[in-house]
């Protein structure tokens, strides 16, 4: 028997797969974290990517605004922070000048303890906060991009004199790559925004990995654009969430860089798909269903046709979104779903056309807190209580013979065959 431990929530599953049946842990390449994560960032700030050096674009008496991402991504945000704040006192630039804008997009807002938690006590005393709501009443229209989405983003933003944007770049399953421009679509953006321009999810090259021809990347692209940003800042994290190189600078280049590498570390070749494949994220990509489906979405890559997918997903917080709730219950099969997505396209449907997809190829099982009735009725997977039960079940479904692959950073990871 081979153990594995797969994250879940804030703590740890063990599960003992025979040896018969294993073929192996899909992860992304072991890289060690930087020594001195503060140092790395400075340094990717101060030999910026195609731009100007940050002192050389911020002006004293210029308002800033720096985005940066919400409690659902757990970001030690203050390590991005500081670095940039020491270059903008560097230049003239006063602590009063500057707004530090927590990117939600759809997310509900974050709570002042978790600011605190993610931006350190120094940044939240000595600068203002804001946190963007995508139904605010004082949206600014900043233009429309080629893709025909109205670009809607924050006023506290847009009236800003110098835009800088934060955050990580790693896998996103119809986006490419998170990092860069998604700090403003969806991040800082209005909701009919981020719906016009997610609605683009079901085109063939909106996929993990991909930004050649992918609509929704280049349209966010576009977007940032609009919303004149000035410098970024991004960093790769490993699968033990430690940060491992730093890239700032162009809008699209940095975030190039960073993706490339990005891939380069979670991009797995598979010699065969498994009959069955078993993954998690753990705390806080597990959060929610609404969050921790990325996970499961990665891992169908890896899984044959008929086989099962298992995932450990906490889900303390629940389904995490009212559209996912509310079109899960509203549209109880994959053709409804698929319709709507391509015709009435509503920010959080994705999620469980997502699911529904998976469950037209494979079976899908979920170990969780969520209400066992309600998963099995309508968010298109078994539920288990535990993961052990699951596996079982698996052998049963498709026999006790059947190959398993274990991937428990589900969302770090892309299976390339």
């Avoid at 294993?22 to 910026?48: F, H, M, Q, R, W």
């Avoid at 429309?144 to 989405?149: F, H, M, V």
């Avoid at 835009?163 to 700090?183: C, E, M, N, P, V």
């Amino acid at each position: 028997m081979t153990e594995v431990i797969f994250p879940y929530g804030s703590n740890q599953v063990r599960l003992a797969i025979p040896d018969r049946n294993y073929l192996g842990l899909l992860d992304a390449k072991p890289v060690e974290g930087v020594s001195d994560p503060n140092k790395t960032v400075k340094e990717a700030i101060l030999n910026p990517i195609d731009s100007p050096q940050l002192v050389d674009i911020a002006q004293p008496g210029q308002s800033v605004a720096i985005v940066v991402d919400d409690h659902t991504r757990g970001l030690p945000c203050h390590i991005l922070i500081n670095p940039l704040l020491e270059q903008l006192r560097t230049a003239g630039i006063k602590e009063n000048d500057v707004t530090i804008i927590f990117g939600t997009g759809t997310h509900r807002a974050t709570t002042p303890e978790e600011q605190e938690s993610l931006l350190c006590d120094v940044a939240c005393q000595s600068h203002k906060v804001a946190v963007h709501s995508c139904d605010a009443d004082d949206l600014v229209r900043v233009g429309t991009t080629s893709y025909g989405t109205e670009v809607e983003i924050n006023r506290i933003f847009h009236e800003a004199d110098l835009h800088l944007l934060t955050g990580d770049i790693g896998y996103h399953y119809y986006a490419g790559f998170g990092g860069g421009r998604k700090s403003v679509l969806p991040a800082i953006s209005g909701r009919a925004t981020i719906n016009k321009n997610h609605g683009m999810l079901t085109h063939g090259l909106a996929s993990t990995g991909k930004l050649e021809g992918n609509p929704i990347h280049l349209d966010m692209t576009e977007a940032a654009k609009l919303a004149r940003t000035d410098f970024i800042v991004n960093f790769v994290r490993n699968t033990k969430k430690e940060i491992i190189a730093a890239y700032a600078g162009d809008l699209e280049q940095a975030f190039l860089k960073g993706a490339q590498f990005a891939d380069s570390m979670g991009r797995v070749p598979i010699k065969e798909k498994a009959d069955i494949v078993i993954t998690s994220c753990g705390f806080p990509k597990d959060i929610n269903l609404y969050q921790g489906t990325k996970a499961m979405v990665h891992a169908l890559g890896a899984v044959k046709d008929g086989g099962v997918l298992i995932a450990l997903l906490e889900c303390r917080e629940g389904i995490g979104n009212q559209v996912f709730e509310d079109w899960a219950h509203k549209y109880p099969s994959f053709d409804a779903l698929s319709h709507q997505i391509q015709t009435n396209f509503v920010m959080g449907g994705h999620k469980i056309f997502y699911m529904a997809q998976g469950a037209e190829r494979v079976h899908q099982y979920l170990i969780s807190r969520l209400d066992p009735k309600m998963l099995e009725k309508h968010y298109y997977v078994t539920p288990f209580k535990t993961v052990e039960e699951a596996l079982k079940a698996a052998f049963r479904q498709v026999g006790h013979d059947s190959t398993v692959w274990a991937m428990p950073h589900g969302t770090d990871v892309l299976p390339s065959t």
